[in-house]
Nanobody
Framework: QVQVVESGGGVVQAGGSLRLSCAAT????????MAWYRQAPGRQRDLVAS???????VYIDSVKGRFIISYGNGKNTIYLQMNSLNSEDTAVYYC?????????WGKGTLVTVSS
């Protein structure tokens, strides 16, 4: 059974940094993609960044140059380094792992940026 677990959220002042971690367990294959999504209060869940085993990355415009998605040891662990955080980044951040058309989600980790 695949499990996806995020960690690393918290409260940070505007301009600060946080690193989120995500570990997907219960599978021996590499996922097709892994990604970070976020959902702010009253808004839909949106893609933030994604990465493939080949190293291709995608970022939404609002985080380009500030956030970095990367793999950890192995291809089933990812990180999201978030720098120069601002209030617009406040949200619950979810890790997504996709394999063969199936999506696996974590329960999310809350990031709050205080001004």
């Amino acid at each position: 059974q695949v499990q996806v677990v995020e960690s690393g959220g918290g409260v940070v002042q505007a301009g600060g940094s946080l690193r989120l971690s995500c570990a997907a367990t219960g599978i021996i294959f590499n996922f097709n993609t892994m990604a970070w999504y976020r959902q702010a209060p009253g808004r839909q869940r949106d893609l933030v960044a994604s990465i493939t085993p080949g190293g291709s990355t995608v970022y939404i415009d609002s985080v380009k140059g500030r956030f970095i998605i990367s793999y950890g040891n192995g291809k089933n662990t990812i990180y999201l380094q978030m720098n120069s955080l601002n209030s617009e980044d406040t949200a619950v951040y979810y890790c997504n792992a996709r394999l063969g058309g199936r999506d696996f989600w974590g329960k999310g980790t809350l990031v709050t940026v205080s001004s």
